[in-house]
């Protein structure tokens, strides 16, 4: 048996490093390749009906991606610490969904997008599990958006007395749903010249994007019911400063591109 050695790389360089060879076309050989183990359920929905889906949808991540035990799952996710655990609630959550020993670890160090690309493209029906783990996607994004606003609130001042006039504006600008709703609607990456931060930054840009209101706040009069389809496009910061940079221009998105066209 060969040793194992401990990689040289963290998880963010390796995922790097094979994005970076994708797009030069070299073929990589990875998680993302293997072929998913034939589903097997053993049809017993008692523990599948007991838990809610924010459990079942961390139960499942874990054990996918973070190589957890069913016993480490019982107790650090559905809180059973009471007896002696074997860890037969959550084994029978992934049973339910066909999931037996072989599933455990199969995703190690690949994010949530990808898992969820993968078992998309299965032949397999993992229509239940796609669903349990954009739940949690949901939920991760949601979190990383309210941080990027307390982040802006501070760095803006946000609190201290002799803060900006215009406040109001700029609460309204950073409403945490509808930029939660927006990047659901057109993704994390710019609108204008296709800038993703994760791509470039690795985790510390995971989940970023400024959002740019189509119509300008300054131009209403009252406040709207924002569509996060029509009214809200994601931009890096280069481009959304670029749109704005002019108070007596303010550049649309077409424009901005015809720019950057020449």
């Not at 401990?6 to 994708?22: A, G, N, P």
């Not at 996710?77 to 002696?84: D, F, V």
């Not at 299965?122 to 796609?130: L, N, R």
């Not at 389809?229 to 108070?247: A, E, F, G, Q, V």
Request: hydrophobic share 30%; with cysteine.
């Amino acid at each position: 048996m060969n040793p194992k050695f401990k990689s040289l790389f963290t998880d963010e360089e390796l995922k790097v490093c094979s994005d970076r060879l994708i797009e030069w076309n070299y073929e990589v050989i990875n998680e993302k390749n293997i072929e998913l183990p034939k589903l097997k359920s053993n049809n017993r929905d008692r523990e599948f009906k007991k838990y809610s889906n924010d459990l079942k949808a961390k139960v499942l991540y874990e054990h996918l991606i973070n190589d957890r035990t069913h016993r480490w799952l019982d107790i650090n996710i559905l809180g059973i610490t009471s007896g002696n655990t074997k860890g037969r609630d959550s084994a029978n959550i992934l049973y339910y969904l066909g999931m037996k020993a072989d599933y455990r670890g199969i995703f190690k160090r690949q994010d949530i997008n990808s898992v969820i690309e993968r078992l998309e493209k299965s032949e397999q029906d993992y229509e239940i599990a796609i669903k349990l783990l954009k739940t949690l996607k949901y939920e991760e994004l949601s979190n990383a958006i309210d941080l990027d606003i307390e982040a802006e609130k501070t760095e803006d001042g946000y609190g201290i007395e002799g803060g900006s006039r215009d406040y109001y504006g700029k609460r309204y600008e950073r409403n945490a749903r509808n930029r939660l709703l927006a990047i659901q609607e057109h993704g994390l990456s710019c609108k204008a010249c296709e800038f993703n931060f994760e791509t470039v930054y690795g985790e510390r840009g995971k989940d970023f994007i400024e959002v740019h209101h189509v119509k300008p706040l300054n131009t209403l009069t009252k406040a709207m019911k924002i569509n996060p389809k029509t009214d809200l496009i994601p931009l890096c910061s280069n481009c959304h400063r670029m749109i704005h940079r002019r108070k007596d221009k303010i550049l649309t998105l077409n424009e901005l591109i015809m720019i950057l066209g020449k």
